[in-house]
Structure formats: C-alpha cells, structure tokens
C-alpha cells in the first residue's frame, strides 16, 4: 500500500551525467523533480514522489529517497530512468544528449492515472508542465474532485505569447502558479518585475511566485507583493534552484492557511540548501530542518512589501 503523504510531486525522475568545461564531472546526479521533492522535504516529512521511475531505478538510485522518508509512487516503465549527459560549455550554453537505452521524456512523464488514490486529499501538489492539450484534459477533472492545493510551475519554453490564451484559461483552475523573469518577460513581452506582475495577476493568476534569481522573488497573491531577498550563501551549483524553490513555496502556502509572505520565504530558504551543493543535501533531517527555520526567521526581517 502506498506510503500516506501531505505533499507530492508530479513529474519525470531525471538522471544527469555533467561535464564541465573545466573536465570534471557529475555522474548520476538526481534531477527533474527532486529538486522540488527536496524543497517540499525541508518542509514537511511527509513527502511523495510520484514519478513514474525506470526499471533501473531499485538499488541504483532509490538510496536518496530511503535515506529521506520519500515515498516513490507511480507507474513502472519498462525502460531505464531518463538519463542524460550534460555537456557545458565556457559560454555557459550546454548541449543535452540522452543516453541510449533509457526512456525519453515523453515516455517517462507520469500519468494522471498513475496518482494513488490515497494522494487525492493530500494538503498539496505540484506538476511541472507545459501547455500540452492532453495532460490537461486529464489533470483538471482530477483537480476538481480533490482537496490539494495544486502548484503549476511551467515549462520553460511553453511561456510564450502563444500560450498566453491558453495559460490565462488554466490559471482559472489553478491555485499556486511558478515562473521565473525570462518566462515571465517572454511571456508577457514586459522587461521590468513590477510590470510583469501586473500583467500575470491580469491573467489570472492569483497566488504566484515571481523567481528573479540572485534578486530574490516575488511573492504575489491578489491583495499582497512582497519582494522576498535570496538567502545570503555560499553558491555552488544553481540548478535546481528554481524547483526547490516552488517546492518550498507550496508547502509554506499550505502549512500558513495561505499566507502569501510565509511561502515566499519558505522558498526562498528551500532554494538555499539546494545551491549550497551539487545536486541535494544528503540529508534532510531534524537539524537541517531546524536551520531552515532560523534562516527563514532572519529573512523575514528584510523583506519589503511592494
């Protein structure tokens, strides 16, 4: 039977290979969704992974999520995980080259129908998604008969002005919405924060995080905008940044009854431990957990409303 969980991931499983300009190398590094998975697990012990994994993945990549309490869900694929190399280059450009034998993104994607039953009144979720029709015919009627909280950070390149029509009708049914300034500037064809935030709560979105990398974010809900500084820290790597830090806002949004100002600084503290490594912290437990309590009381005295 399936592990009881407050909070849930629905996305890939990813597996990266990183080559560096410099020659080294990251092998078998967890990506995709386990950066949110770690920002929600800062956050609440209680945490799923529904993620579809590859027939690879038991004793080859599942240490991690023992180590941490995290429950793996969804359905098995017949295929190795999604595996890729990731080669970068001086410029910073990277070429991405998935490796033979393993699923594709595609085929790796979790269903709607491969969500337990028992995540149905879970407190919160989160999808990382584009705009593809099909997904959506499947995710909203889910929605509907549900009580969690559903978190949509999109696709990067699915913010476009294509898509606006398309994303203003999905806002209507979603309750936390995450994109970062190049999405948002693409998106909305503004340059400037405070006028890309208008235009997204003109969309319909409602509750939102607005990820301006090392200048913080922007926590919205219709009534509030707080500007919520980046934890002061030492960066190592900022991959995942951005997924840990949606992560955290879902759980602080839920765990706050909806307060808008507690999930941006929940985010925000989720983003540190993760840049603070390659890859996520080894450990999430008690201790850590407790630092990232003391690192969101003292950021909490430099946000500025808006």
Not at 85 to 91: A, H, I, M, S, T
Request: glycine content about 10%; some cysteine.
């Amino acid at each position: 039977m399936t592990q009881s969980v407050d909070y849930y991931v629905l996305t890939q499983l990813l597996l990266d290979d990183i080559y560096f300009p410099t020659g080294e190398s990251k092998l078998n590094q967890l990506g995709g969704g386990t950066y949110t998975v770690a920002g929600m697990r800062i956050w609440s012990d209680r945490v799923g992974f529904c993620c579809a994994p590859g027939c690879d993945y038991e004793g080859n990549y599942d240490k991690w999520f023992l180590d941490n309490q995290i429950c793996i869900s969804g359905g098995r694929r017949e295929k190795n995980c999604t595996h890729a190399r990731l080669n970068y280059f001086p410029d910073g450009e990277r070429e991405e080259i998935l490796l033979p034998g393993c699923a594709t993104h595609r085929e790796s994607q979790p269903l709607v129908s491969e969500i337990p039953p028992e995540y149905r009144d879970c407190r919160g979720m989160y999808f990382f998604k584009d705009c593809e029709q099909p997904f959506w015919d499947e995710l909203l009627p889910f929605l509907t008969h549900g009580s969690a909280i559903s978190c949509w950070e999109i696709f990067g390149a699915s913010a476009c002005p294509q898509n606006r029509d398309f994303i203003g009708d999905v806002l209507h049914h979603i309750d936390l919405f995450s994109l970062n300034l190049t999405e948002g500037r693409r998106l909305t064809g503004l340059s400037e924060p405070l006028d890309i935030v208008k235009a997204l709560r003109d969309m319909n979105a409602g509750n939102f995080i607005f990820r301006m990398g090392a200048n913080g974010a922007i926590a919205a809900s219709p009534q509030k905008l707080y500007h919520i500084p980046a934890v002061a820290t030492n960066v190592v790597d900022v991959t995942g940044g951005g997924n840990s830090s949606t992560g955290g806002f879902t759980v602080g949004f839920c765990e706050t009854d909806g307060d808008i100002l507690e999930a941006g600084l929940c985010a925000a503290v989720a983003s540190s431990f993760i840049i603070e490594q390659y890859g996520v912290p080894a450990n999430i437990d008690d201790h850590l957990m407790q630092q990232a309590r003391q690192r969101r009381d003292a950021l909490r005295t430099l946000v500025k409303p808006l």
